[in-house]
Structure formats: C-alpha cells, structure tokens
C-alpha cells in the first residue's frame, strides 16, 4: 500500500500535464496575464452562474483551449456570459481551432489576428447559434485545396447562394436564422458572411459606416484578412475579385468607417475607443483619403478648456450625428481622423456650449467657443459638403463579369429552389381543415414564416384544443421577423400561461387583448426569445406574488434589491434575456427593464416598455404606471407648445427625419426627439406639446451632388406659451444641371419598339436596374415612397429590367405599391448604349441608372450606383416650371 500512494499521485500529474499539454495559444506572457486578470473580472461580475459557465474547466482541455476559452471569457459582453453555457463556447474554440488546422492558410494567420477576428463567435448583437460548426461542416469540402483568397470568394458565393438582400427590422437575426429566411438587410448579410468566413478560419470582421456624408443612410459590409493585407467585399454580393463592390465610390465619399474588435486589441489601425472588453477603431484609411482635423475649445475669454465633451458631428437624416464622442485634454485640444468633407464640431462643459463648422478640405484645426447657454436664440446657416465623388476604375473585364454573373444567376436558382420547399397556400389550407383553423389566418402566418415555418406548424399542432383560441392572436402581436425565428417552445409557454390567468382572474374566461400582448406575449423588446412565463413562476412563491398582487412596488423593490447593475458590462448592444438576469443577478438597465416586466407577465401582471420613452410600466386600475428604479425625475409638464408651419415656397413638403428634426437641450448636446412615423407630424400646422427648455430646430435641403443646405435655429419654448415656427426649406437657385438632350421623336419611336410606349413630351423618368442588389432596392423604395406626388406629375416612369423572371418576380410582388404611372420593360429592348451617345459625360453602367427627362428632351438629372433620396430629388425636378 506505501507504494500505491505515490503511484497515484504520479498519475494524476501525468493526468493533468495531459490535459495542459500542447504550446499556448496567447505565447506573449504578459498579454496572457492581461487576460487572466480581465477573466477573474468576468468571474465574479457571473459569480451567480459559475458552474454553468466555467465547470467546463473541469474538463479534460489542452492549454491551447484552456487559454482560447479563457479569452473568450475575459472580453464577452455580459449578455453571452447570462445566456449561454459553457459547453457552447468550448465547442466553438475547439471548432475554431480545428478549422485553423483544416485548412492551408491556418498556419499563416497570426495570433493576434486569429485571435481577434476568427476565435469570436459574436459579430454584432444577433443571438449566437451553432453557426460555427454548422457551416465549417457544410463548407470544409467546398474548400479543399483552395487559396485563402479563392476561398474568401467561394465562401461569399456561398452565402448569395443562401441570402439575398431585403430590408427589415432593427433587431439582427442570428446567422443561422438569417439562411433560413433567406434574406436579410446589410446588418445581417454581414453579420451572417462575417460568422462564414471565420467558421473557416479566415479573419473577417464587419464595417460599418454609421452615417454616409452624401445621402441619408449607413452601410455594413465585411472586410477579410488575406496574406497580411484586409480586403473588403459586400457580404452576400459575391464579385469576380476582392475590393470591388458597389459602395466602392460611395466608401470614398465617407467621413468614417469603423469596427469593433472584440478584446483589448494592439493593431495599428486608429483607436476611436478602448474598452476593458472591446477596441473600437477607424478604418476609413483603408477606403479613401484621411485626415486628421484639430479642434481647440475656448471659454469666452478665449482660455482653453480642458476636460470639456466634443462631440465631431457628420449632418444626416437631418439631424447631427456623432460620429466621434470624446473629451478635450488638458490642453483644451481634440482631434478625429476623417474624409474631406464638412463637420459641424460641438463642444460643451458645465453648461456653456458652443459649435464651428469645419471645412476639412480647407483647415487643419478649428476653435470652438463655449459662448452659448440654454435660453439664447440664433439663426445659423451652413452649407456642408460631402467629399468629392472619385472616379473608381472597373478592374473587372468582361469575360470575368460574364463568369460571375452566370455563378450568381445559379445561386438565384438554388435559393429559389429552397424557398420552393416552403409551405404553400393549398398545403396550409389542407392543414387549417385539419386542425379546425381559419384556413385564410393561417396562411398569413405561414406564409410570412419563410424557413420557419415548420416550427409555427409545431407549436400549432402540439397546443391543447382548450387553448387553440389563444393561437392567432399571440402570432399577431409578436413580429414578422419573430415568425422567421421563434422556437415553439417560447410559444408553448406563452399560451400556456393562460391557466395563471385565469386563475388570478377567478374565470375561465380571459380578456382579450389585453392579456395577449400584454401578459401572454413572449416579445418585451429586442431580446433574444427564452421561454419565461414557467421559469420565472416557478421561483416566485405564493407568498410573495400575492405580496407583489396587493402592491406591485414590492416587485420593484425586489428587483432594486437583488439586481446588481453595470452599465459597461453589456457592450454587446442585445439585451440579456429574462432568464439570463434572473440566473446571473447582474444587468444593464435595459435588461433590467425588460427583465421587471417579463416578471410581471409571469404573474398575470400586465407590464410593457412604453413604446416611446422604454420606461418599464404595470397596468394598475386600468391606468398604465411608470416603474423608476432610480429616483425618478421631475416630472416636467408639457405645457410648452411648439406650431409648426410649412413655408409655401418650399419645393417638397417637410418630412421628419428628411427635411427636419426637432433636439431638445440635453446638458449643452442637442438630442433628436423622435417623431418618426407619429401622425403629429404628418400635416402642417403640426401641433406638439413640448417640456419648457430650450430646442434647435434643424432643417435640411439636399441637392443632388450631396451637399445640404442647413439652417438652425435655436428657441426658447416657455410654459403655458406657444410658439409659432415656420419651417423652411433652404432654397437652391442653381438651375438643373444638363447632362445631354435626346431627340423627341426617335426617343418615343424606340420606346414604342420596346413595349414602353409614351409620349416624351411630358417628361420621362428612364431606370435601368438588377433589382435583388441593394442600391436598386433602396431606388424602388424612394419610388414607393413619393408613389404619390408621382402620380400626379404628368410624365411617366419606365423600369427597365434584366431579365423577364425578375419583370415577372417585380410585377407579381412589387408593381401595385408603386405610382401608376410605372411602366416596365426589359433592358435587352432599350440598351443603356442608345442613350451613352447623348450624354456631356461618360456613362460607366453602375446599376441602378437613372435619368430624368424633361419635355423638351433635356436629360436634368443623371444617377449611377447607390443613391438614396432619389425620389426627393426627382420630385424636385418635376415641380419646376415647364415640367
């Protein structure tokens, strides 16, 4: 037995050096130190969850997957640390590294890069899946023997062959999700092509523009990480070769594009922001020309302030975006790296504020005065000018054009192909008859459930008889995107809690709306779905939701007390699920919020966001109630009102969030209120009833090459007044300008040949498009948009398409939301080269092109490639005098 004893002992270490064997993953020390200190952070801030996150350490791990897991752990956003385990995150190490020595390039990517831009599993703030196994295992073949950089293209081929591009809401859908609706706004497409390439080891991240200088709108795309160098593509829009896109010219015309890297990143690129947990940086140097513009800030006795907050500005949707939010030094200075347009420079301290509009093209630095304070009023005009538009080479030839184009009309098919295998309407029907529904009702469903749809089918067949009423209603009020994604089991517990209702209620009967959106439904925000109306009851005894019945401030006060709160931690931007809170006791405010009112739901109280402010509320006596858990504010009165009016000499009637914005006065920063799509603002006079304080109104008319005619002005709205505002809109008096003239009679000849007859003399909108690509989606919804005051214009509208099936695709989806006055064709019939010919300047083909023209045959406006507010700037042209 003496001899056992240290035959054990030498086993074990055996054991344990087995388990620890293998060359490091972070072979700097110090950084690995670095991270071990950030880890042990991360462990006690999810100290609640320990075992279900980091018991995976008690498994067998080589060092390479103890140190990988380990970094994961040290930067992830706090919503992953609440909702996923540690089994999930130890299969994505082990995927990532099994990719890196799968395939040729693994051993060329360094550690820093493999270790920012593969090993992450998390993109944006989608909900994190099983993506990096499912497509490594789908891609791996595909791939053998390539390049890094054939692959790179062969993945994005990959992904167009799954997604197409198609708006949709504010909330991201998860990768996998995304493929199983089959398409997804740029948000996503870059979201799902980013998971893509890592999944083979490939470095990639996504960029994002957050506003464009030049028109109303932002982008992402992907950048790839090929033999030292990154390289861009357009995620899900697969072209012949790397760094060529359509948003190519727009890029070069940005005032910055940035990108998130998880963990403290020591690259080389500009630093806009460092984080204990992410790195945020500029890549705009990667596009265009950059430079840096210096701002000073200056009290009125012209002292530099030091420690002020600067905000540089980019005009866009007609407000003042921050592109960049920092601090002056001790030398009262602040810099940003940027394009070679126009900034509105805010700066503010102790309630003093000031602003400078900088010319970048013309200055290197630019003071800012504090002279203003809340009360004051001005007037201020400016004219901000985007950078220059740059010509872009096409290095692409023909036979390469050619050979992409036949690779992408066979993805078409084969996305199509899949999207044939969902339900359709005569199988739904079977199905309503069978399960005793409405047959109409169901289809809805089903039909706007895309890949989804077997899991509604699911939830639909697997719900008692007794609860089958409660089916369509809850579908109603979760939304469209829900339906692509939802598990039946978050619906099976939603229904079900209508056995707590009705018990709380003492009936068998159960209100209406009321319960449904209000207690039933599983959506709060933007959240990812768990199921929680059982989990939550479950650790609420009788006791206290009978204490919480009587007076649901106990339930506040409970949350107060039990949830910790870290404002940083949550970097991730997605919300913790309901669950994830109550498991890991720590939450950002937002989740906190959702987490209040989904534990009021869970006992039949009804509780929401109020949709405009998210201030968690209870509905009590039929009145909703605010929940502050915080001391709550002074309530202001809204006494203060604020008449505005059109100007009649304006060209286009005002829009919110086109033409204007109102900012109310935030601590010496003007922050937007947010009137988008309210019926407040649909009609002139609008009337608003305002918080007393101090507003800027800020209108905007943009013209066609992108600058924006601005005007401010500054008002104090006083309580118990009202204040009358005209809003006006800028005037250009440059006359249009003239890109060719055609020959009336032999433009209506080739019309009439190409099945697109009308009559020239009244003004021709001509569009050639390739409408699956982003820039024409976003020019047919700036038709949708203004379908009205187009129709009302005499002319008419002429979309020429590629193809017969996308006419046929477009006729049969899209044609009546359009103005009447809409006629299609093909491009074969009406070639682009008929009109090159007339042009004053070279026509380079970058769809979608657009050209207006007048009745006398004057060509006034000319578009190429991605543009939005088309539609306003065709509006425009149709009310001047003559056309």
Known sequence: MKTFYPLLCILFIGFILSCNKGSHF???????????????KQQELAKNRADTLFGVFRDP???????????????????????????????????????????????????????????????????????????????????????????????????????????????????LATVRTAYGRCGEESTFTTAALRSVGIPARQCYTPRWAHCDDNHAWVEVWIDSTWHYLGACEPEPNLDIAWFTAPAK???????????????????LLKDERFTQINILSNYTDTKRIWVRVLDTLYQTVPGAEVEFQLYNYAEFYPLLKTKSDQNGMASFLTGFGDLLIWAAKEGHYGFAHADVRAMDSVDVILRWTTGAAFTFD????????????????????????????????????????????????????????????????????????????????????????FIFPLLAVISEKDLHD????????????????????????????????????????????????????????????????????????????????????????????????????????????????????????????????????????????????????????????????????????????IHYTIEQNKEGFFRTLDYENSELV?????????????????????????????????????????????????????????YGSLNKPKLQEALSMAGAGTDPAKGIIMAWMEPEKEPSR??????????????????????????????????????????????????????LHLISHSLTVPLIENYPVVLFINPAGIINFLSEGYRIGTGDELVKLMKLPGN
């Open 778 to 831: 976003h020019l047919m919804s700036d038709f949708k948009a203004k379908a009205e005051e187009i129709e009302k214009w005499n002319g008419s509208v002429i979309l020429f398409f590629p193809g017969k099936e996308e006419m046929d695709r477009f006729t049969s989806k899209e044609r009546e939301e359009l103005p009447g006055n809409v006629i299609v064709a093909l491009n074969d019939s009406f070639p």
């Open 382 to 469: 400016l004219d901000l000018t985007p950078p220059i538009q740059q010509q872009v080479s096409d290095p692409v030839t023909d036979s390469m054009r050619n050979v992409n184009s036949v690779k992408l009309k066979f993805e078409d098919q084969l996305r199509t192909a899949y999207e044939g295998t969902f339900i359709d309407s005569s199988k739904s029907y079977r199905l309503a008859a069978t399960l005793g529904l409405n047959p109409d009702t169901l289809w809805y469903f089903l039909e706007r459930s895309r890949g989804n749809w077997r899991q509604i089918i699911t939830f639909i067949s697997d719900t008692p008889d007794t609860l089958q009423k």
């Open 486 to 657: 939802i598990h039946p089991a978050v619906l099976a517990d939603a229904v079900n809690s209508v056995g707590s209702w009705q018990l709380a209620m003492g009936s068998q009967e159960s209100a209406d709306g009321l319960f449904v959106e209000y207690v039933m439904n599983p959506r709060i925000d933007n959240e990812l779905l768990k199921p929680f109306h059982r989990f939550l009851r479950k650790k609420i005894s009788t006791s206290f939701a009978d204490s919480v019945g009587q007076d649901p401030e106990y339930l506040v006060n409970w949350v107060k007390t039990t949830i910790a709160i870290d404002k940083k931690a949550n970097y991730g931007r997605a919300p913790l699920t309901p669950v994830g809170v109550c498991e890991v006791k720590v939450a950002d405010p937002h989740s906190r919020d959702i987490f209040f009112v989904a534990l009021c739901r869970s006992i039949t109280i009804p509780a929401r966001l109020e949709p405009a402010t998210k201030i968690p509320q209870y509905l009590s006596e039929g009145q909703w109630k605010d929940v502050y858990f915080e001391d709550p504010p002074a309530e202001p009165e809204r006494n203060a009102t604020l008449k505005l009016l059109s100007d009649p000499e304006n060209a286009l009637v005002p829009e919110y969030y």
């Open 61 to 175: 791990l080589t060092m390479e997957e103890k140190e990988a897991l380990e970094f994961l752990y040290a930067f992830m956003s706090l919503n992953d640390l609440a909702d996923y385990d540690g089994k999930f995150f130890l299969k994505n190490v082990r995927t990532s590294l099994a990719a890196r020595d799968t395939f040729s390039w693994g051993s060329q990517i360094p550690e820093d890069i493999f270790r920012h831009f593969v090993l992450p599993i998390r993109v944006n703030n989608e909900n994190l899946d099983s993506s990096r196994w499912v497509f490594f295992s789908e891609l791996k073949d595909r791939l053998h023997g390539m390049t890094m950089k054939e692959a790179a293209l062969k993945v994005n081929h990959w992904c167009h062959e799954k997604v197409c591009y198609r708006g949709t809401d504010g909330r991201t859908s998860s990768p």
């Open 682 to 738: 649909k009609q002139y006079p609008a009337t608003l009833q305002l918080v007393p304080g101090t507003y800027l109104i800020v209108t905007g008319n943009r013209l066609s090459g992108g600058t924006v005619l601005v005007r401010m002005v500054q008002v104090q709205l006083a309580g118990d007044h009202s204040t009358e505002l005209l809003l006006t809109l800028r005037r250009d008096f440059t006359p249009p300008p003239v």
């Open 253 to 271: 015309r940005a005032m910055l594009v940035n990108t998130n890297v998880f963990g403290d990143y020591e690259g080389r690129e500009d630093i």
């Open 26 to 40: 972070i072979s700097d020390p110090d950084y690995r130190q670095k991270v071990r200190v950030q880890f042990e």
